[in-house]
T-cell receptor, first 115, second 115 residues
C-alpha cells in the first residue's frame, strides 16, 4: 500500500518568514495530493491540493509543488502569520474514475509561528 | 460549500457499553464516507471506507466486529464502537465525498472517552 513520509514533525519560524513542509510517497500510481490544516481539537481543513498532471499550484500565500519522478511534494507558506500556527498534514491517494480512494496521511507537521 | 456534521462531539461511556457516532452530509450526497482514528498529536489513521448500500471495507488491523459501520443512506454513515474499552478512547473523524468528487469534507470529530 501507499506510504507517506512527512518532514519535519515540528517547524518553528519567525512571523513573516517562509515555511516549507515536505512529503514523499511510495505508490507511483498516486495522483492526488491534498494538504490539510488542523487546529487543535478541530476538523482538518483542505487548504490546497494538486493533481499529478500539474507541477505547481499557488493560492495567495500558499503553494504546493509536485515532483512525480522523485515522488515528493511540498507545501510552501510565505509571509507567515500567527494564524498559520497549526498541524499540517499531507496526503496521497490514487483516484479512479474521478473519485478518490481513502487517503494515506503523513504524520503531520506542527507549525509554530513565533511573533 | 459541502458540510459534514458529526455527532456527538464528545462522549463518555463505561467500559463494556456501545457507542454510536453519526456522520451526516448536509448539502450533498455522500457516496463514500471514510472513518479515521486520531491519537493525540498523531496523524489520521484510516479505519474503513464505506460506500452507500454496501459493506464497509476495513483497513488491515481494524476489527470489523468491534467497529461497526453502516452507510444506509447517501447522507448518513454511523460508526458503532461495540463493547468499548479504555484503549478505544480516541478522536474519531469521518469524511465524505460525493460522486465523482476528489475532495473530501471532514466532520468535526468525536472524542470518545471510555472509563
Amino acid at each position: 500500500g501507499e506510504n507517506v513520509e512527512q518532514h519535519p514533525s515540528t517547524l518553528s519560524v519567525q512571523e513573516g518568514d517562509s515555511a516549507v513542509i515536505k512529503c514523499t510517497y511510495s505508490d507511483s500510481a498516486s495522483n492526488y495530493f491534498p494538504w490539510y490544516k488542523q487546529e487543535l481539537g478541530k476538523r482538518p481543513q483542505l487548504i490546497i491540493d494538486i493533481r499529478s498532471n500539474v507541477g505547481e499550484k499557488k493560492d495567495q500565500r500558499i503553494a504546493v509543488t509536485l515532483n512525480k519522478t522523485a515522488k515528493h511534494f511540498s507545501l510552501h507558506i510565505t509571509e507567515t502569520q500567527p494564524e498559520d500556527s497549526a498541524v499540517y498534514f499531507c496526503a496521497a491517494s490514487r483516484g479512479s474514475g474521478g473519485g478518490a480512494d481513502g487517503l494515506t496521511f503523513g504524520k503531520g507537521t506542527h507549525l509554530i509561528i513565533q511573533p | 460549500g459541502a458540510v459534514v456534521s458529526q455527532h456527538p462531539s464528545r462522549v463518555i461511556c463505561k467500559s463494556g457499553t456501545s457507542v454510536k457516532i453519526e456522520c451526516r452530509s448536509l448539502d450533498f450526497q455522500a457516496t463514500t464516507m471514510f472513518w479515521y482514528r486520531q491519537f493525540p498529536k498523531k496523524s489520521l489513521m484510516l479505519m474503513a471506507t464505506s460506500n452507500e448500500g454496501s459493506k464497509a471495507t476495513y483497513e488491515q488491523g481494524v476489527e470489523k466486529d468491534k467497529f461497526l459501520i453502516n452507510h444506509a443512506s447517501l447522507t448518513l454513515s454511523t460508526l458503532t464502537v461495540t463493547s468499548a474499552h479504555p484503549e478505544d478512547s480516541s478522536f474519531y473523524i469521518c469524511s465524505a465525498r460525493g460522486l465523482g468528487a476528489n475532495v473530501l469534507t471532514f466532520g468535526a470529530g468525536s472524542r470518545l472517552t471510555v472509563l
